[in-house]
Each structure stands twice: as structure tokens, then as C-alpha cells.
């Protein structure tokens, strides 16, 4: 069994930025996944969902929660990744100055996924866009 999650995000709407991830953090912690596992999923689905308001017109986080682990799928239309390999290189960005003003589009987005997750499988098409899944499992490091 398992509890799915899924949220709409509109391309360049700042004002509702991190809304997406705020709520899948606060049902994990409802559901009672530890709170490491939590924060790690929290940290890599704002930055997932953030490169949706920043580079695509729009796209969609869903969540899945099953008793062992939690599956994040990101998809947009947007513009793609050109080169997937150098955008995890850290601090590599293509934001735009406007973003970089506000705070944003600093180039770790990508890196902290990978950090974050227990695994992650990027697949972009210039052009068409990216889909992002990213799988935690509901291990806490502690025990």
C-alpha cells in the first residue's frame, strides 16, 4: 500500500515557491518517517521542484510513500538539459541574472539531489524536458 502525493508547479511563481515540498515534508512527518529521512527528502524535492519554477514553464513533483522508501518523480516540459553531466558539477548554473538576485539559481540543485537521495535517475531531451526520480529509502541514520 502507499500514499500518493502530487502537486502542480507553475514555471517563474516565485510566490509559491517550496509550497510543493513543504507539504509532502509535512505528510512524511505525519506518517512518521524518521526525521533524518525526512529532511533529506525535503532538501532534494525543494531543490528538484525550484528548478522547475526556474527553467521550465511549469511541471509536477509527485510523491509516493510506500512502508520502505519514498519515490519523488519531477517531470516539466521546459527546456531540457543539455548536458547532464557538466549540471552536477557544482555551482554550474544557467539561471538567469534575475534569478541569481533573488538568492536563486546558485548551481546545486542537481548536486544536492544526488546528495540527498539514495538514488536518483535524471532523463532530459533538449527540447522536450527533464523527468527526475529520485528514491529514499526510510532508513534513519541514527539507528
Known sequence: MSVKLN???EG???DVAGEASAK???TLQRIGIP???VRRIAIGTYEAEMNVIIHAGGGNVCAEVFPDKTIITVSDEGPGIPDIKQALQEGWSTAPDY???MGFGAGMGLPNMVKCSDDIDIQSTVGKGTNIVMTFKHKSEDL
Do not use: S, T
Request: glycine share 6%; net charge positive.
Open 12 to 14: 517563474g511563481n516565485f
Open 99 to 101: 534569478v541569481r538576485q
Open 24 to 26: 509532502i515534508k509535512k
Open 7 to 9: 502537486y502542480a508547479c
Open 35 to 37: 526525521a533524518d529521512v
